[in-house]
Every structure is written in C-alpha cells, then in structure tokens.
C-alpha cells in the first residue's frame, strides 16, 4: 500500500503515549492565503494520514496546525500551548513522495521534525 503524500504523527512525552483525538488541519499557502486542503483527528495511535490526496498534492509551502488545547487540558489539566503549527516546503510531489511530520509534545513545549 502506498503511503499518503502528507501524514503526521503525535506522541505525548510527558504522558509516553501517541495523542488521540487531536484536531489536525492542513493548509497550503496560494499567494498570501492560507487554503484549507483537509484535516481529520489523530486516531489511537497518534495518526492522521488521510489529509489530502494525490491529485491534491503538489509543490509549495504547506501548514500543519496541530489544535492541541482541548487534548492537554484532558491529560495534563491546562494548556500552555493551544495549538502548534509547523509550515514546511514540499519540493518534490511526485507519486513516491511522502512527508511525515511528527510532533514530539507535552505542556510546556513541543518539537518536530521531517520522519520518514
């Protein structure tokens, strides 16, 4: 099975464990504004994959905006962050192109980077 063009993955470090049910939206940038394109919610693995398809997919400057609030509120009773975004450039779209971008979370800070 091939994999998607743009998929993220989120684990919470504090609590060791993927975050599940966190909203996820991604744009693409056209000109000046930001284009929805398509989001779901992580499922219990911390997953979302099915953000856009393959038609969809193709060079430019993307935006993954996490919507963190409500999940740290549930697990760790407050949010200092209530979202996170990462804006990243696709170079290459092309049918084996894929870009996985994981997000390393928990209350008080956040990393990312490009996974494979």
């Known amino acids: 099975m091939a994999k998607p063009p743009i998929s993220v993955h989120i684990l919470d470090t504090s609590q060791g464990r993927p975050a599940a049910g966190v909203p996820i939206t991604l744009f693409k940038l056209d000109g000046e504004i930001w284009a929805p394109l398509g989001g779901g919610l992580t499922n219990p693995d911390g997953r979302c994959t099915e953000l856009l398809t393959r038609?969809?997919?193709?060079?430019?400057?993307?935006?993954?905006?996490?919507?963190?609030?409500?999940?740290?509120?549930?697990?760790?009773?407050?949010?200092?962050?209530?979202?996170?975004?990462?804006?990243?450039?696709?170079d290459r779209a092309g049918d084996d192109h894929h870009y996985h971008i994981p997000l390393l979370l928990n209350p008080y800070g956040y990393s990312t980077y490009r996974g494979s």
């Open 55 to 90: 038609q969809q997919f193709t060079t430019g400057t993307y935006k993954i905006h996490y919507s963190v609030s409500d999940y740290l509120k549930a697990t760790a009773g407050f949010t200092f962050y209530p979202y996170v975004e990462v804006v990243f450039q696709v």
